[in-house]
């Protein structure tokens, strides 16, 4: 038995629900972790913490040709294919594009210690685009929502213990 028009819509209203809440609860524990981590580290540290964060986003925005979008029309048609595929290309990419991080060592008077980081943020940005895209692709927006909701706890939690270590913009990057 098919679906009806209204049960469609009824799905993808429902589906776009829960990734706006998603994409609230990574907005609102975003705030929540600069806040804390913040008052806990100082503006040097939170400096440090941003700019590895801006430029392994950016690195990760460049190395990512639609990847996730593409992904979203082959997992109904290819699944675990093309998953992996996507995948693949993601770290491949993320690897690559992370090695431009070099051009910004001479940035802040000790950030070549960030580098590390800014590898590590990078692939992992572009992996979990894909990743996330594949639960999307797969329509379960819902999990799309809990997985947020649990990293932006994890985040939080993490962060706030690394600086509680005292390692500063470190730990908070």
Not at 128 to 139: D, E, M, N, Y
Not at 146 to 170: D, E, M, P, W
Request: aromatic residues 12%.
């Amino acid at each position: 038995m098919s679906q009806t028009w209204d049960d469609n819509l009824s799905e993808v209203i429902r589906g776009s629900i829960w990734l706006f809440l998603g994409s609230i609860v990574v907005n609102i524990g975003g705030l929540i972790f600069w806040v804390i981590t913040g008052m806990l580290s100082g503006a040097a540290a939170i400096g440090y913490a941003t700019t590895s964060t801006s430029i392994a986003w950016l690195l990760a925005s460049i190395g990512n040709p639609g990847l996730g979008f593409a992904f979203l029309r082959e997992i109904p048609v290819r699944g675990s294919k093309a998953y992996i595929s996507s995948l693949f290309l993601a770290l491949l990419f993320g690897s690559v594009f992370s090695l431009f991080s070099f051009l910004f060592t001479g940035l802040y008077r000790d950030f070549i210690e960030y580098l590390p980081l800014i590898v590590l943020l990078t692939v992992l940005s572009l992996t979990t685009a894909i990743s996330l895209s594949s639960l999307i692709g797969a329509l379960l927006p819902k999990r799309v929502f809990v997985i947020n909701l649990i990293s932006v706890i994890i985040k939080i939690l993490t962060g706030v213990f690394l600086v509680l270590l005292g390692l500063g913009g470190y730990g908070i990057t």
